[in-house]
T-cell receptor, first 115, second 111 residues
Framework: GAVVSQHPSWVICKSGTSVKIECRSL??????MFWYRQFPKQSLMLMAT?????????EQGVEKDKFLINHASLTLSTLTVTSAHPEDSSFYIC???????????FGPGTRLTVL | TQLLEQSPQFLSIQEGENLTVYCNSS?????LQWYRQEPGEGPVLLVT?????EVKKLKRLTFQFGDARKDSSLHITAAQPGDTGLYLC???????????FGGGTRLMVKP
């Protein structure tokens, strides 16, 4: 149990386009989902926390208008990178938790490359 | 802001050697987790330590949580090439399940 999937696993896009990444909890309901960003050879940095049905909470320095997060259901959260630029190229990882105070289960990550 | 310092950042050893990775903070965490991450994949939870002074063993891996719940260590005995990967410690906040990740230790075990 507690499986989290991400789609796509990798994406290449042109500069200026928008890219949507999906995060799904496959066998449990997740009231809270987290989005992380990981640059090569670095650790995970939390970008934002989303709770089902409410607005996401963004970490300091993360542009909410650039990284749109939607947590419309208890099993799906989406991250849309708007007007992507090469510096947005990174490994994006989501995690899901049944609720606050519970363990996070991580997805396999999505590698975004912006040309 | 809670910060976790992880050391060493990189470690290259021969198969059969022992190693220890350290995770230190000036803040107290409710618990601390250790993850292992393979290239191109998400992190996988190895263990959660909760009680100050707690020691947990997972085969050749020994995890310890400091008495003050500010630091932790991961010791691997007789490392094998299959242990190669990125090891991450993460402190769990007192306020809930927010995770603060350390900088990671990239381990390479040569056969």
């Amino acid at each position: 149990g507690a499986v989290v999937s991400q789609h796509p696993s990798w994406v290449i896009c042109k500069s200026g386009t928008s890219v949507k990444i999906e995060c799904r909890s496959l066998d449990f309901q997740a009231t809270t989902m987290f989005w992380y960003r990981q640059f090569p050879k670095q650790s995970l940095m939390l970008m934002a926390t989303s709770n089902e049905g409410s607005k996401a909470t963004y970490e300091q320095g993360v542009e909410k208008d650039k990284f749109l997060i939607n947590h419309a259901s208890l099993t799906l959260s989406t991250l849309t990178v708007t007007s992507a630029h090469p510096e947005d190229s990174s490994f994006y990882i989501c995690s899901a938790a049944r609720d606050r105070g519970h363990e996070q289960f991580f997805g396999p990550g999505t590698r975004l490359t912006v040309l | 802001t809670q910060l976790l310092e992880q050391s060493p950042q990189f470690l290259s050893i021969q198969e059969g050697e022992n190693l220890t990775v350290y995770c230190n903070s000036s803040s107290v965490f409710s618990s601390l987790q250790w993850y292992r991450q393979e290239p191109g994949e998400g992190p996988v939870l190895l263990v959660t330590v909760v009680t100050g002074g707690e020691v947990k063993k997972l085969k050749r891996l020994t995890f310890q949580f400091g008495d003050a719940r500010k630091d932790s260590s991961l010791h691997i005995t007789a490392a094998q090439p299959g242990d190669t990967g990125l090891y991450l410690c993460a402190g769990v906040s007192n306020a809930g399940n927010m995770l603060t990740f350390g900088g990671g230790t990239r381990l390479m075990v040569k056969p």
